[in-house]
């Protein structure tokens, strides 16, 4: 660990990471394509400049990818078997409600200040650790998961998080089912009566629909990136070296786990999933 550090300031042209207010960076080694994150309160920014007027010229695709890394963030601190707190959850649920909300104003209207004064303090509270308290410091498995792809095939951070994000979710489901359930039905406003398997299922169909409401991805076809099976093999050995063999919460994750992932990300099927799944979804969740 660092013992000291120059002391950081944030000037913000993007709303995403949260780097304002959090303790993490990421490294990029460009020869090796190896993605690294580093955490350590040392590197906090002293201060931030967030001005929205900053980020109204990027093009779509970066603000609806800084939107979804947003909602990652908040996502990897909530589906979690580590305990709960009852007011955590509810400022994540908050968090998430008013980012998906304002995603869907800036993809239909990208000047919009009040949009994109919502989403970039969303950003700063969802990486400051405030949506983890009472939790066993979160999951994260989807982030290692995306560094692999983005070290190997440099998408952008955002979308690559949406299309890897389906196949975890329905992966490790089976072992945190109580808290996707809550997801379904408190974030994307999923009415189904059913099963709490059928009501989970809808939830994860009706996040994929709103991706795609945004422009992002929800699989690596949609994406654009194809990777062989010698590519998903070193993928996963990569992401194990990063995140430590038997890492996450919400399920445990070894390299044959992160192998599937990647395999089911890439073998899912691009068509929308909600008209089949029998979904009762709130309008006034996305819109």
Request: with cysteine; hydrophobic share 35%.
């Given at each position: 660990?660092?013992?000291?550090?120059?002391p950081v300031a944030?000037?913000?042209?993007?709303?995403?990471?949260?780097?304002?207010?959090?303790?993490?960076?990421?490294?990029?080694?460009?020869?090796?394509?190896?993605?690294?994150?580093?955490?350590?309160?040392?590197?906090?920014?002293?201060?931030?400049?967030?001005?929205?007027?900053?980020?109204?010229?990027?093009?779509?695709?970066?603000?609806?990818?800084g939107c979804t890394?947003?909602?990652?963030?908040?996502?990897?601190?909530?589906?979690?078997?580590?305990?709960?707190?009852?007011?955590?959850?509810?400022?994540?649920?908050?968090?998430?409600?008013?980012?998906?909300?304002?995603?869907?104003?800036?993809?239909?209207?990208?000047?919009?200040?009040?949009?994109?004064?919502?989403?970039?303090?969303?950003?700063?509270?969802?990486?400051?650790?405030?949506?983890?308290?009472?939790?066993?410091?979160?999951?994260?498995?989807?982030?290692?998961?995306?560094?692999?792809?983005?070290?190997?095939?440099?998408?952008?951070?955002?979308?690559?998080?949406?299309?890897?994000?389906?196949?975890?979710?329905?992966?490790?489901?089976?072992?945190?089912?109580?808290?996707?359930?809550?997801?379904?039905?408190?974030?994307?406003?999923?009415?189904?009566?059913?099963?709490?398997?059928?009501?989970?299922?809808?939830?994860?169909?009706?996040?994929?629909?709103?991706?795609?409401?945004?422009?992002?991805?929800?699989?690596?076809?949609?994406?654009?990136?194809?990777?062989?099976?010698?590519?998903?093999?070193?993928?996963?050995?990569?992401?194990?070296?990063?995140?430590?063999?038997?890492?996450?919460?919400?399920?445990?994750?070894?390299?044959?786990?992160?192998?599937?992932?990647?395999?089911?990300?890439?073998?899912?099927?691009?068509?929308?999933?909600?008209?089949?799944?029998?979904?009762?979804?709130?309008?006034?969740?996305?819109?």
């Amino acid at each position: 660990m660092a013992g000291k550090c120059i002391p950081v300031a944030s000037v913000l042209s993007i709303a995403a990471a949260g780097s304002e207010t959090s303790k993490g960076c990421v490294i990029t080694n460009e020869k090796t394509g190896e993605k690294r994150a580093y955490d350590d309160n040392l590197a906090r920014p002293k201060f931030a400049i967030m001005n929205p007027e900053y980020t109204k010229s990027l093009p779509d695709y970066q603000t609806e990818s800084g939107c979804t890394d947003i909602m990652m963030r908040t996502m990897e601190r909530y589906f979690t078997n580590g305990g709960n707190m009852k007011i955590t959850d509810a400022i994540a649920e908050g968090l998430l409600r008013t980012v998906m909300k304002n995603a869907v104003i800036l993809h239909q209207n990208p000047g919009d200040y009040d949009a994109r004064a919502e989403i970039m303090w969303a950003g700063s509270i969802a990486h400051n650790d405030l949506t983890g308290c009472g939790n066993d410091g979160g999951d994260f498995m989807t982030h290692k998961l995306e560094h692999e792809l983005g070290g190997m095939f440099d998408v952008t951070h955002g979308a690559g998080l949406a299309a890897v994000w389906s196949s975890w979710a329905r992966y490790v489901c089976g072992e945190c089912l109580h808290r996707f359930v809550r997801y379904a039905r408190n974030v994307m406003g999923v009415t189904l009566d059913g099963t709490d398997e059928e009501v989970a299922e809808a939830g994860i169909c009706a996040m994929e629909d709103f991706y795609r409401s945004i422009g992002m991805p929800t699989n690596l076809n949609e994406l654009g990136i194809h990777p062989t099976d010698a590519q998903i093999e070193d993928m996963a050995k990569r992401c194990m070296i990063a995140a430590g063999t038997g890492k996450g919460s919400a399920k445990k994750l070894n390299r044959e786990d992160a192998v599937r992932i990647y395999q089911n990300a890439l073998n899912m099927n691009i068509q929308g999933s909600r008209q089949n799944a029998g979904i009762g979804l709130r309008k006034s969740v996305i819109e």
